[in-house]
């Protein structure tokens, strides 16, 4: 029986080692708020249309393309600083 | 709970497919558009920077200054990030359905009738199979904890479906199919009694083969048991004849001449040189005389490669746990394929559109006649 592979350590990106840390937890909120977001949404969704918001019902919805989009747009939003560390954009 | 949404619904659902919750979709299409933002960001202000560091650098090397940017660090930082998180929720997602998709797997197992498996307990693992965690998968594919063990086929088929949606494969894109079809444009007519899919996995591909040659025997070797413990169950709940063998691609054990139909999925660049080019040689053994060998894989071969293309790949194997990328960038498969006994006006290599993708995959292999 084996226990597997585990993953290589990652190179430091930054000098600062909290640099790294801080990205990481930028990540875990992003993903938490997205979370979030996801059964908000469900849950106002079946309210609006009048369903009790069980645990059932909302593990049943299925999000519309709008919201998909909505998704899109707050994630590109959340990393759109990046690109001012762009050479061309003078906040290099 | 419902069965994953048309978003990450790459594979097929079937039984043993986790159900996504709520709160998993939530997390997974986090994922997904981060993935795909930040693969736009490298298509565009890394690849200008790239571009800017190629010529005001004057020594041979282009690469390290990109490496210093502040904008290939907060990139690679969330890239990596991005995917531990993606197997963090992709495990939870299993893990936390693990009793009923047990219990899915002892059943489907139980009621086999149309394929089957062959576990080999004393098989010995090649050190590089057993030290890599492919793109990160904890446990990687040799994870086999306990003789029920199928984790690593389930988190190899949800993470390869998030993975490669995430760098902008569509929900319909499939390799085998895209091997199938050039089979078809390229031998027409060609129709194999006997295939066998070399690094088979979770059998996702392999099935492909089915429902391409329906009257065909398929087989699928791999060397993980905890991907073909996955594979087989799922195999027999999609309806489909597959008979699983756990062995080495380059070792399957099957007779001289006993396939018409050889064929692997991005199987090359994940394995040493010297075990591609035995690869080969075994490719050519079990192929009967008439037979066809397709290798399909990542195009990193490509003669007009573009310089940031190839960067991309040197971060994937510093990065990303491809440890073979480059070596594979770096073989010619032709040449071993002609080592390996097949006569050189019978190699060809070929670059093919995905079925539903921006990408093109490298078809390289060769008829024994």
């Given at each position: 029986m084996k226990q597997g592979a585990q993953p290589s350590d990652k190179p430091a990106y930054f000098e600062d080692p909290a640099m790294q840390a801080l990205y990481q937890m930028v990540l875990i909120l992003g993903e938490e708020l997205a979370a979030t977001r996801e059964q908000l949404h469900a849950l106002i969704a079946l309210c609006e249309a009048g369903t009790v918001p069980t645990a059932e019902a909302l593990e049943a919805f299925v999000p519309d393309e709008q919201f998909d989009q909505e998704r899109a747009d707050w994630v590109a939003r959340l990393l759109e600083p990046l690109e001012k560390m762009s050479s061309q954009s003078g906040d290099a | 709970m419902t069965k994953p949404t048309a978003e990450m619904n790459r594979s097929t659902v079937h039984a043993l497919s986790p159900m996504q919750s709520c709160r998993d979709r939530g997390r997974q299409s986090f994922i997904f558009h981060a993935k795909r933002q930040l693969g736009q960001f490298a298509r565009s202000t890394l690849q200008a920077e790239f571009g800017n560091a190629q010529v005001t650098d004057d020594t041979e090397s282009s690469v390290a200054p990109l490496d210093k940017h502040p904008a290939f660090a907060a990139w690679s930082a969330l890239n990596i990030g991005s995917q531990q998180q993606m197997w963090r929720a992709l495990g939870d997602m299993v893990s936390r359905q693990a009793p009923a998709l047990d219990e899915a797997a002892k059943e489907w197992n139980k009621a086999a009738k149309?394929?089957?498996?062959?576990?080999?307990?004393?098989?010995?693992?090649?050190?590089?199979?057993?030290?890599?965690?492919?793109?990160?998968?904890?446990?990687?594919?040799c994870l086999d904890r306990d003789s029920d063990d199928w984790y690593a086929?389930?988190?190899?088929?949800?993470?390869?479906?998030?993975y490669s949606r995430g760098a902008g494969t569509g929900a319909k894109d499939s390799k085998g199919q895209a091997v199938l079809r050039f089979i078809e444009a390229t031998f027409p007519g060609f129709s194999p009694q006997r295939v066998v899919d070399l690094g088979c996995g979770y059998g996702g591909q392999t099935g492909?083969?089915?429902?391409?040659?329906?009257?065909?025997?398929?087989?699928?070797?791999?060397?993980?048991?905890?991907?073909?413990?996955?594979?087989?169950?799922?195999?027999?709940a999609l309806g489909l004849p597959i008979h699983f063998k756990q062995a080495c691609a380059s070792a399957t054990g099957f007779p001289d001449a006993s396939f018409d139909l050889v064929v692997s999925n991005i199987l090359l660049h994940e394995i040493p040189r010297e075990m591609l080019e035995a690869v080969m040689r075994e490719s050519f053994r079990v192929l009967k005389p008439g037979g066809l060998v397709v290798h399909q894989d990542v195009?990193?071969?490509?003669?007009?490669?573009?310089?940031?293309?190839?960067?991309?790949?040197?971060?994937?194997?510093?990065?990303?746990?491809?440890?073979?990328?480059?070596?594979?960038?770096?073989?010619?498969?032709?040449?071993?394929l002609i080592s390996a006994g097949?006569?050189?006006?019978?190699?060809?290599?070929?670059?093919?559109?995905?079925?539903d993708g921006p990408l093109v995959w490298y078809m390289v292999g060769a008829r024994k006649l």
């Open positions: - | 149309k394929g089957s498996i062959e576990l080999d307990p004393e098989l010995a693992m090649p050190t590089y199979f057993a030290s890599t965690a492919y793109h990160g998968q904890p446990g990687g594919y086929g389930a988190l190899q088929e949800a993470g390869g479906t998030l492909n083969y089915v429902v391409g040659f329906p009257d065909a025997e398929i087989h699928g070797v791999d060397l993980g048991a905890g991907l073909l413990r996955y594979a087989h169950p799922r195999a027999e195009p990193t071969q490509r003669p007009d490669t573009p310089a940031f293309q190839q960067w991309l790949s040197n971060w994937q194997v510093a990065h990303n746990d491809e440890p073979f990328w480059q070596s594979f960038a770096e073989t010619s498969v032709p040449d071993a097949f006569s050189s006006e019978d190699v060809f290599e070929s670059y093919q559109p995905q079925i």
